[in-house]
């Protein structure tokens, strides 16, 4: 598995990215996938995932409502859409693999991560 995400950057607060996620290898269509975010002195955090078939989706309450998970199998490439951001939201964001095809919500649920891109948002 190779996952390399991109679309990072700086945005102004209320500003909006797209982060794209892609498989090159082209194994995780069977597999739900999900959106890690860190900042610098903090801890990892699960921000959105997905199911294998893109019908089941989970959000962290700090994102919900502004920031939208998808995929397309048929690109391999997974997309984090993050609308009205705030300063809060500048973390490194990468993609993982989930073990299993349904949503995986527990970090533990994850075997492989990707490089990650930056996201930062000034205020």
């Known amino acids: 598995v190779q996952l390399q995400a991109s679309g990072g950057g700086l945005v102004q607060a209320g500003g909006s990215l797209r982060l794209s996620c892609a498989d090159s290898r082209r194994t995780s269509s069977n597999n739900g996938m999900g959106w890690f975010r860190q900042a610098p002195g903090k801890e990892r955090e699960l921000v959105a995932a997905?199911?294998?078939?893109?019908?089941?989706?989970y959000y962290a309450d700090s994102v919900k409502g502004r920031f939208t998970i998808s995929r397309d199998n048929a690109k391999n490439t997974l997309y984090l859409q993050m609308n009205s951001l705030k300063s809060e939201d500048t973390a490194v964001y990468s993609c993982?693999?989930?073990?299993?095809?349904?949503?995986?919500?527990?970090?533990?649920?994850?075997?492989?991560w990707g490089k990650g891109t930056q996201v930062t948002v000034s205020s």
């Open positions: 997905i199911s294998w078939r893109g019908d089941n989706t």
């Open positions: 993982a693999q989930g073990r299993g095809s349904l949503v995986p919500t527990k970090e533990y649920e994850y075997r492989y």
